[in-house]
């Protein structure tokens, strides 16, 4: 029943973090970090909240929820918060190096108008390339009108 708790939440705080991300304006079309990081990050909290000890051997800690107290959860938080770290530091040193080798960043124009358009012919958001679509139409049909 753990699991299905655990995973019932986990989609729930991803779902919500996508929208969170999407309402920042964070460009994420496919929800990568939503998925892989809160839902990551919430998988290892939740060895220290329902982990059963005896099931991992004799010194296994056993989790908040099953009378082991803190030490577990502090342990996974603590985890969690190193590969957060780690992660960042990673990529500043990695972008930092790309840019120096061919540049980081696109012109103002295409960043505005969002990569996934420039890369990808699709937008991030689906009503804003059906908007998009229709404009584009109404265009067309008002110069077919002007011109007859």
């Not at 505005?112 to 404009?135: T, W, Y």
Request: charged share 15%; proline share 3%; net charge neutral.
């Amino acid at each position: 029943w753990e699991a299905a708790i655990a995973s019932f939440l986990g989609s729930l705080l991803a779902c919500a973090s996508s929208l969170l991300l999407e309402a920042a304006c964070i460009d994420d079309p496919v929800s990568a970090m939503a998925v892989h990081m809160v839902g990551g990050l919430w998988g290892l909290i939740t060895v220290g909240l329902f982990c059963h000890g005896p099931d991992f051997g004799p010194t296994a800690l056993t989790g908040l929820f099953y009378g082991g107290g803190w030490e577990l959860l502090g342990v996974q938080v603590y985890g969690g918060l190193a590969m957060v770290a780690w992660t960042v530091v990673v990529t500043f040193v990695l972008v930092k190096l790309i840019d120096y080798a061919m540049g980081a960043r696109v012109p103002l124009k295409v960043e505005l108008e969002g990569l996934d358009v420039q890369e990808h012919g699709i937008c991030a958001n689906p009503s804003e390339f059906l908007r998009k679509r229709r404009m584009r139409m109404r265009r067309r049909w008002a110069t077919r009108f002007t011109q007859l």
